[in-house]
């Protein structure tokens, strides 16, 4: 009979002979103690990695956001393309249908829109002592003067001599030449997402299997049916809600006419912008109407106050419904809290994607781990 192997000698922290101790189990607490500058080497090293890692996101941001957007953009036109295939087209077919068609849309819409938007504002400018002459003879007018007195016609005259000088709107952008490298930036910007999409969408179906083999073969199935579902759900929301905003701005330039109220096509713009925002961008844009309206008529501002109130509960309750019926339901209080950090990290667009994001990450939370979490009081049950 052989006795057990003794400990090594210098190794205080060995087990006693005979005890259950896992294999290895102090190797790395040894390391640890008698090898302190290797220690101490790696955990600087890892940090240094962090730090650079840090850095070259940051540095990356732009190029990391076009990415994002482009992807988003991608899978908002890819519905439009797999219908155009359900047609029997092929699917290359189905994206050059759906850019060209998009590419002569725009064109249309650009030539149509801005040579009078910008007219528009130079008449805007030119008609704002008029308009403001125009309220300060309005009893509204005498009304704030009764309640607030000469304070009104102070805050008057100083937005009536803001708004007329020309060299304050450069001012707000930074300069004159900011304001040109920001619209020269935006424009090569909207070029690399229009082609980031391009490839992202005419590889989707790809890019999907790929991401399918990532993960282990008896799971495939059911990450290709939470994946599908996620993109679908994507897909839907974007569309709906450029459509949303497309009727928005049709009724706003629509009730501008036929109410008589100045710079329709103006306000139609820049409705369809503001109500790109989920949850306040419709509220926001009714304040901002009724103030512009406000101005010219204030018989007039109360009628499209009231006549876009009645839409927005129309908007809330029989168009929403039917547009956003391919999307996922997530409670309100997570729609403001992800339309509130979206807009804070990205602006608007951070706003426009934040709601499908959260809508796939609680997707995510009720098809994976809440079943996990079920199954597991199930194992304990048993």
């Not at 590889?203 to 282990?216: D, E, G, M, N, T």
């Not at 974007?238 to 109410?259: K, Q, Y």
């Not at 007039?300 to 039917?322: C, D, H, K, S």
Request: charged share 10%; net charge neutral; hydrophobic share 55%.
């Amino acid at each position: 009979m052989t006795d057990a192997p003794q400990a090594s000698r210098g190794d205080e922290t060995a087990a006693p002979a005979g005890a259950d101790v896992p294999r290895g189990a102090n190797a790395p607490r040894w390391r640890a103690i008698h090898h302190p500058f290797a220690f101490g080497f790696f955990v600087t090293l890892g940090g240094l990695i962090a730090l650079v890692l840090g850095l070259a996101v940051s540095n990356l941001s732009t190029v990391i956001i076009y990415v994002v957007f482009a992807l988003f953009a991608a899978l908002g036109l890819d519905p439009i393309v797999r219908t155009i295939e359900r047609r029997g087209l092929s699917r290359a077919w189905g994206i050059v249908i759906v850019y060209v068609g998009f590419a002569i849309v725009l064109a249309a819409v650009l030539m149509l829109i801005i040579p009078t938007v910008v007219r528009q504002i130079s008449q805007f400018v030119q008609d704002v002592p008029s308009l403001i002459a125009t309220f300060q003879r309005s009893d509204l007018f005498q009304w704030l003067q009764d309640q607030f007195g000469d304070a009104i016609g102070d805050i008057l005259t100083q937005v009536q001599s803001f708004l007329v000088n020309p060299t304050n709107i450069a001012t707000i952008g930074g300069g004159v030449l900011q304001v040109g490298v920001t619209i020269v930036s935006g424009i090569s910007g909207a070029i690399i997402i229009l082609v980031l999409s391009l490839y992202f969408l005419a590889s989707l179906p790809a890019i999907k299997q790929a991401f399918y083999r990532l993960v282990p073969a008896y799971s495939r199935p059911r990450v290709a049916g939470l994946t599908e579902e996620i993109t679908d759900s994507i897909g839907g929301y974007l569309m709906g809600m450029v459509i949303l905003a497309f009727c928005n701005a049709t009724f706003v330039f629509l009730l501008f006419l036929i109410v008589g109220l100045p710079f329709p096509l103006l306000l139609a713009v820049v409705a369809f912008c503001i109500t790109l925002i989920p949850l306040v961008g419709t509220v926001l844009f009714w304040v901002i109407g009724s103030v512009v309206a406000l101005f010219a008529d204030p018989v007039g501002a109360l009628v499209f106050a009231a006549a876009y109130l009645v839409y927005m509960q129309l908007e809330a309750y029989l168009l929403t419904p039917r547009i956003m019926n391919r999307t996922i339901s997530i409670p309100g209080a997570l729609v403001v809290i992800g339309a509130l950090v979206g807009g804070t990290l990205l602006g608007l667009l951070g706003a426009l994607v934040a709601i499908p994001v959260t809508a796939s990450l609680l997707l995510i939370l009720k098809r994976v781990l809440i079943p996990r979490q079920d199954a597991k009081a199930h194992v304990d049950d048993a």
